[in-house]
Every structure is written in C-alpha cells, then in structure tokens.
C-alpha cells in the first residue's frame, strides 16, 4: 500500500465500456480531496465524508479529474472501475 | 437562566478517588544520538527537524529515547501509516509526549475527547463533531476570514518590515475558532498562552504545568457558565446541549472538546500559514509562479502541506510486543511524525524537494485512518484564503532576516517570529 506512484495520462482513451468512479467507504475518512479535485464527479456527505455523485461514470473530458482524485486519496479510498 | 447541575460545581473535583497515572523524571539537555536519546524538545529539533528525520530513516527507522519514560519515533511512512491505522494496539489516550500518562482508565474516552478517544467511543464523540466542521459549514466562515485577512494587511501600512507570524498567521485561525466557539474575539492573547502552555511546556515541573492546565480550565468554565445562561448558535452551546446515549455529555467531555478545538484549531493552522509564507520569502521562483497563476494555489497549497506538515501526533503502546523489529513495552511512547512520513523517499518522488505542482500527493499532513483532524476543511479554507489575500496585496516579499526567524518547538512546528520585507 505504499508504493510511489504517477498519474496516468493517455492522449486518446480507448473507450470498449465505461469508466467508473467508486468510494470505498471502509476505507474513507472524509479528508475531502476528491470533492476538491473532482467536483463534478464527487460530493460530500453531511459528515463531510465521499460521495459518488449519479451513477459514477467519467463522462468524456473528466477523465484527468477522475485520476487525481484516485491518486490524491491518502486513504486510497477512491477507485477507478472500467466496466466493458 | 437555566440550571445545568453538572457544571454547578467544578468537574474536576470529583476526580479525587481516580488513579492519577504516572510520572517520570525530566530529562532536558543536547541529545547525544538521535536514534537512541531523541527529543522533539530541544532547540536543534525545533530549528530544522528534517535532517534528522532523513538520517534516522536511514540508519534507525525506528529510534528510540529514554527521555518522557521511554518511547519510539519511526520515520518511514508505512510504519507512520500502520500505526495510525492500528488502533487495537496503540491507543490515543495520551497525545502530547510528556513527562505524564494518563491512567490506563482514562481509555477509551481521554482528557480531550474524541482526539484522545479509542474505539468504540471514539467514533460516537467524533460523529458529533463532524457535521460542524464539513466543507460546506466552514464555508460560512470564508467571508469573514477573508475580511479579517484584509483588515490585517492594512494594519501593515506604512511598515517595510512585518512580523508575519504574529502580525498575521496567529490571527487568524485565533479569531475563526473564537466566533466559532463563542468566546470573546479580544481574549486572542490568552489563547496564545493556552497553547504554548499545552504544547510547549511539555518539559515544565509538574506542579507548574498543573497550574497552567488549571488556567486552560478555569476559563473554558467561565465560558461554558456563561454559554449556559446566554444560549447561542456556537459550538460552545452545541457541546452543551449536545446528546451521547441518550444523555448529555459528561462535563469533563464538554470541556475537554472545547480545550482541543481551541488548541488544536490555532496553532496548527497558524503554523501552516507561517510555513508558507516562509517559503514563498526565500523562493521567489515559486512566488512569482504562484503569482502569476492563482489557479495553482490549491495544489502549492497541498505541498506545503506535505513538505511542512506542522502536525506530530502520538500513542502509547498498550502492551509489551515484538513491533517490527524492536521490542515495544506497554506504555512507550510513539512519536507519530506526519511530517517524517511525507518525507519519505519510499512513498514520495523527489520527497526532498517541494515541487509546488505536485500531482500526487497523498501525503499524511491530517493523519491517517480513524483520527483524520477534525478541523482539515477549516483548516485548508483558513490556509487559501490566507495565502490568497496576501498574495494578491503584497505580491513581492523576502526574508528581512533569515537569522531572526524562529521556530515553536515540540509536536506543532511553524514559525513564530517571520519578518518579511514587503517591497
């Protein structure tokens, strides 16, 4: 779990399904960073902990925003899911 | 007026019969190795703690001291990271390392609930906490932060030379935990003597430190007295209404929870504000960046964050064992170094350096796991707007004398004389 690690950035996603986000809510603490970094995509709860906003999917262009919120997670609560 | 009986007389009276927990002698003085006699007390700690840090993950990644009656300080993320998720076998019931701890009876509530809370009772005091300190409630905060901020700045008019830490930092999360406690704005300066009486006189004699404790107390009594017979929206109210089980807090809870928000919500953030601006004074690149693209802000911010993490938080181990290699007995300390841990090499790339555009940056400045700071969406807002308003009034500045700046010592690290030449 404690490994270094990069945002990854491709120029073109190859779409085959969807891509999804999901908050593991064992494991989130409510630091908040994904409703900072991805505002569309995340929300909080009256706690102050994560939540997916509709149905967690990435629409095109919020891509980028979806991966900082996955790498910025200091609980690594925040996954990414590709569905095909 | 009301009548609450239970704050009728004072709380801590009826503590007489309760086992008072342990001592040890004071030991002060230049520590001879780090990794065998370190103390985060002395003054060469306090001035530049990263150096030591770097060593000991090198050749001692967990270091130990016979000083405070025996403890440990890791410094490797992970060992960071797994013990602020371990709460079975670390318990918070103490967490300022110091010459005392608390009797094994004080868990799993502790002195200052839910900060020095163990489960299951933790998560119930932290649950009603959570609610007033979201991203959304403390933006109600923002606007008159950012007034202050300003109000500030033009106190500086006519000054080449400014104290940023006591002219400016200090103020600010002073005056945010003041309105949202309740407690009169211009008792500021008694609330610079709580902290540094809580978290600097950790070296003190015992009975002086009793003393200063008492004055902490006496005056959240007066407030909570106050607060009782002049009920208002605040958080001071709120704790005294406030329902656990099906009844009201005990009040040495009320009182407890008041003293950590006081402590903890000042100098904290005070810190972190100083920090930064410490930095942007001696690296005009990353100035005039910053400047020039305030959208960055959020993301220098969060790195600042990182690489001056002002917060180290400790536990004391609950019984003897076998802890990654070294041999931890029941009732040690643990120095839990958030800022140790976010300059790992193992867990960050370039950990060394601060990179004020950082992508990735998951780093550990308000903890980790069940006890994540209450306060960090205050915190982060008091941080922004801070830095914004500064560096949209005074976009230029430098170190006025680099030698002049001092550092607090002990578990919360900022600066506490910064002076800025403001060209």
């Known amino acids: 779990m404690h490994r270094k690690d990069t945002v990854h950035r491709k120029d073109t996603v190859h779409r085959e399904g969807t891509v999804k986000v999901r908050i593991n809510s064992q494991l989130c603490q409510g630091h908040g960073r994904c409703y900072d970094l991805a505002p569309s995509l995340f929300g909080d709860d009256d706690e102050g902990y994560g939540r997916v906003l509709g149905d967690g999917i990435v629409p095109a262009g919020k891509e980028q925003d979806a991966r900082l919120a996955v790498a910025n997670c200091p609980e690594r609560a925040v996954e990414l899911i590709e569905e095909n | ?423």
Not at chain 2, 124 to 139: C, N, Q, S
Not at chain 2, 257 to 270: E, H, K, P, V, Y
Not at chain 2, 337 to 366: G, K, T
């Open chain 2, 1 to 423: 007026m009301t009548i609450d009986e239970r704050f009728s007389r004072d709380f801590r009276e009826d503590s007489g019969d309760e086992p008072v927990g342990t001592r040890n002698p004071i030991v002060t003085g230049p520590v001879s190795d780090w990794a065998t006699d370190f103390s985060h007390l002395e003054p060469e700690w306090a001035a530049d703690p990263y150096p030591i840090q770097d060593d000991l993950r090198q050749r001692c990644p967990v270091a130990h001291t016979d000083r405070f009656g025996g403890g440990w300080l890791p410094t490797r993320y992970a060992d960071v990271a797994e013990i602020a998720y371990d709460t079975e076998r670390f318990s918070s019931r103490s967490i300022i390392m110091s010459n005392f701890r608390p009797p094994r009876e004080a868990a799993p509530v502790g002195g200052s609930p839910p900060i020095s809370s163990d489960p299951p009772f933790h998560h119930d005091a932290r649950k009603l906490l959570l609610p007033a300190f979201t991203k959304t409630a403390v933006g109600r905060q923002e606007p008159g932060t950012r007034a202050l901020c300003h109000s500030l700045i033009d106190a500086f008019s006519g000054q080449d030379v400014v104290d940023a830490a006591r002219d400016y930092a200090q103020h600010i999360p002073m005056r945010v935990i003041a309105d949202m406690l309740g407690f009169p704005a211009e008792d500021g300066p008694q609330f610079r003597r709580f902290v540094e009486n809580t978290l600097e006189g950790v070296n003190l004699p015992p009975e002086e430190r009793i003393a200063r404790m008492s004055a902490l107390f006496d005056y959240l009594l007066a407030q909570i007295h106050d607060h009782i017979d002049n009920p208002r929206e605040d958080l001071t109210t709120f704790l005294i209404n406030a329902e656990l089980y099906g009844r009201k807090l005990e009040p040495s809870h009320v009182a407890g929870t008041m003293a950590l928000l006081l402590i903890a919500g000042i100098d904290t953030t005070w810190s972190a504000i100083g920090a930064s601006l410490w930095h942007l004074a001696k690296e005009p690149a990353d100035r005039e960046r910053i400047v020039a693209e305030p959208a960055l802000l959020p993301v220098a911010m969060e790195e600042f964050l990182r690489a001056y993490a002002p917060v180290t938080m400790a536990r004391l181990v609950k019984n003897d064992m076998q802890w990654n290699g070294v041999g931890m007995k029941a009732d040690d300390w643990i120095l839990l170094s958030f800022p140790a841990a976010n300059r790992d090499p193992a867990q960050f790339d370039r950990a060394a350096e601060i990179v004020i555009d950082r992508e990735v940056n998951r780093h550990a400045a308000f903890g980790l796991g069940i006890h994540r700071c209450v306060g960090s969406h205050l915190a982060r807002m008091e941080l922004r707007v801070a830095l914004e308003v500064w560096l949209a009034r005074i976009p230029a500045f430098t170190l006025a004398d680099p030698s002049a700046v001092t550092w607090s010592t002990g578990q919360i690290r900022g600066p506490r004389t910064l002076p800025l030449r403001l060209v």
